[in-house]
């Protein structure tokens, strides 16, 4: 079961909304609705008018502008670039590194078989008889 709270007179919520915007504080019905310690949805439902308000002075959401795209393509272009030229140098490295630990297994087992020539080590078969 929930505590009913009594809600705020309109009066409130307009003095809040303009402390908020005094303040210099990001108003948005969310906002609003928490700093009057309501939920979004009961603030919505029961103050429609502010919530028309707070819409209507919303900038107006648009794309981004033309030169602004241009912009974020060459940028994006350009990061492609470089990321394209620093995944090919770690191919590189990669494709080193794999030879180099090839050479050395390689190596390895030449001196191991030195090794066990050199102290005349046996290797004993342990399969069945």
Known sequence: MTRHTGLPTPNDVQATLAAMIRDGNQVSVLALARRLGLANTTFRRNFPNVVAQLAEQAPAVSGPSAQARLEGAHDLAHANAVLRKQNHDLCRQLNLACAQIQ???????????????????????????
Do not use: F, I, P, W
């Not at 050479?103 to 342990?126: F, K, P, W, Y």
């Open 103 to 129: 050479r050395l297994a390689l190596e390895n087992d030449q001196l191991r078989e030195l090794a066990h020539a050199a102290a005349r080590v046996t290797t004993l078969n342990t399969g069945s008889s």
